[in-house]
Nanobody, 127 residues
């Protein structure tokens, strides 16, 4: 059974940092791309970042470049999202998701490319 379990979301002040974790099980880690998405109330779910665990290649949305860093611990089948310099507009439910590795050559931050999803973790940034 494919499972993705997010953790690490909480309330933080603007300018602060958080690290989200996504623990993955049920499939061969190297065959998939793991992405982070977020959804704020009333808005579409948007791609934040993704990483290919096989070669470490990653993508970032423009809104988080220079502030967020995605990484992968293949030994633990876990992907992390380090979020620094957080802003109130980063407030959202953050989801991790898995897609076949080919997505890195097509639409790496398109949510419709991702077949497996976690339950989400709430990140709230207060001003």
């Amino acid at each position: 059974e494919v499972q993705l379990v997010e953790s690490g979301g909480e309330l933080v002040q603007a300018g602060g940092s958080l690290r989200l974790s996504c623990a993955v099980s049920g499939f061969t880690f190297d065959d998939y791309v793991i992405g982070w998405f977020r959804q704020a109330p009333g808005l579409e779910r948007e791609g934040v970042s993704c990483i290919s665990s096989s070669d470490g290649k990653s993508y970032y949305a423009d809104s988080v470049k220079g502030r967020f860093t995605i990484s992968s611990d293949n030994a633990k089948n876990t992907v992390y999202l380090q979020m620094n310099s957080l802003k109130p507009e980063d407030t959202a439910v953050y989801f991790c998701a898995a897609a076949r590795a080919i997505v890195m050559h097509t639409y790496p931050l398109d949510r419709y490319e991702y077949a497996y999803w976690g339950q989400g973790t709430q990140v709230t940034v207060s001003s």
